[in-house]
């Protein structure tokens, strides 16, 4: 499975981004994708997670009510939707997936086994 991660750029406070993470290379009927960010010198977070099969999302409570994570399954397209950004959502963005996700582990990058190259977002004050 290849992941390639695109999108990011340098916005203003307020402004809005999406990202975007194509699929090649495997089935995904039973993946989970997810999107995480790493700021310099900070741990990778976790932002958002989906379903491919049934598209149930989750949050973490950073991006709940501002960003919204949906697939498009005909294109193996997995979007972030960033919406009132701030400066402290300035980070490098990375798609993930793997098909041995349970809601214990959707928030925890160790268990991805696949990653997109980041992409960089710049929130400026």
């Known amino acids: 499975v290849q992941l390639q991660a695109s999108g990011g750029g340098l916005v203003q406070a307020g402004g809005s981004l999406r990202l975007s993470c194509t699929a090649s290379g495997g089935a995904y009927i039973s993946f989970v994708s997810g999107w995480f960010r790493q700021a310099p010198g900070k741990e990778r977070e976790y932002v958002a997670a989906i379903r491919w099969s049934g598209g149930n999302t989750y949050y973490a409570d950073s991006a709940k009510g501002r960003f919204t994570i949906s697939r498009d399954s005909a294109e193996k397209t997995v979007f972030l939707q960033m919406n009132n950004l701030r400066p402290e959502d300035t980070a490098v963005y990375y798609c993930?997936?793997?098909?041995?996700?349970?809601?214990?582990?959707?928030?925890?990058?160790?268990?991805?086994?696949?990653w997109g190259q980041g992409t960089q977002v710049t929130v400026s004050s």
């Open positions: 993930a997936a793997d098909n041995a996700i349970g809601l214990a582990t959707i928030g925890l990058w160790t268990a991805y086994k696949f």
